[in-house]
């Protein structure tokens, strides 16, 4: 990193641990959120170091960069929503580097935000539509189809509205302090429960 003070984010401060565009120079790392999806078990230990390490950034919003090829080379690719970025090697991960410097909208993780409900469950198929379209952890949940295991969400107190829904049943909910996850089970917990943790912080 070039010209920042210890403790400071590529390119200069950014409010809090919400939402920003902060600079990451050339040379840090990428890692996409589409090989993590692939590869849960490894991305768990990732996940946990991101939370841990104070140097590494959450993608909040869809985005494309530059990454190295090869010798003189670059490729555009698209990182998604909970893609990682450090200026630091990650510990694990299959793995970028930018090949110029890049402005991207993301956080540094906060503490987690996220509480998976329990209770009875309704088994529904469908697609997840996500209503909250600028909201991190809705987009990352957003167009997800399959067989989802839904809690029924009623009991939740403190302001919380739907975030995201499957055939009208809500399987994401936020509100002021946080998130709540309506579902136990299906390809939307697996998302909130590998990259809850990550992108809840970032309110």
Excluded: K
């Excluded at 939370?51 to 003189?72: F, I, K």
């Excluded at 002021?176 to 912080?201: I, K, Q, T, W």
């Amino acid at each position: 990193m070039s010209g920042n003070q210890a403790g400071e984010p590529p390119g200069g401060p950014v409010r809090g641990c919400g939402w920003g565009l902060p600079r990451f120079d050339r040379g840090s790392y990428v890692v996409d959120v589409g090989w993590m999806l692939g590869s849960p078990g490894e991305a768990a230990g990732l996940v946990e170091w991101a939370l841990s390490s104070g140097d590494a950034w959450a993608v909040t919003a869809p985005t494309v960069v530059a990454v190295r090829a090869g010798p003189g080379q670059a490729l555009l690719i698209a990182l998604g929503v909970g893609s990682i970025i450090s200026p630091v090697e990650p510990p694990a991960g299959s793995y970028h580097t930018l090949s110029r410097p890049e402005w991207i909208d993301a956080c540094r993780p906060g503490e987690p935000r996220i509480e998976f409900l329990g209770g009875a469950g309704e088994e529904v198929e469908g697609v997840s539509v996500a209503y909250a379209y600028r909201d991190p952890l809705a987009l990352l949940v957003n167009g997800v189809g399959g067989v989802h295991q839904t809690v029924d969400p009623r009991g939740v107190d403190g302001g919380f509205e739907v975030y995201a829904a499957v055939e009208g049943r809500p399987v994401l909910l936020g509100g002021p302090d946080g998130y709540a996850a309506a579902v136990s089970g299906g390809p939307v917990f697996e998302r909130l429960r590998l990259l809850g943790p990550l992108l809840s912080g970032c309110g």
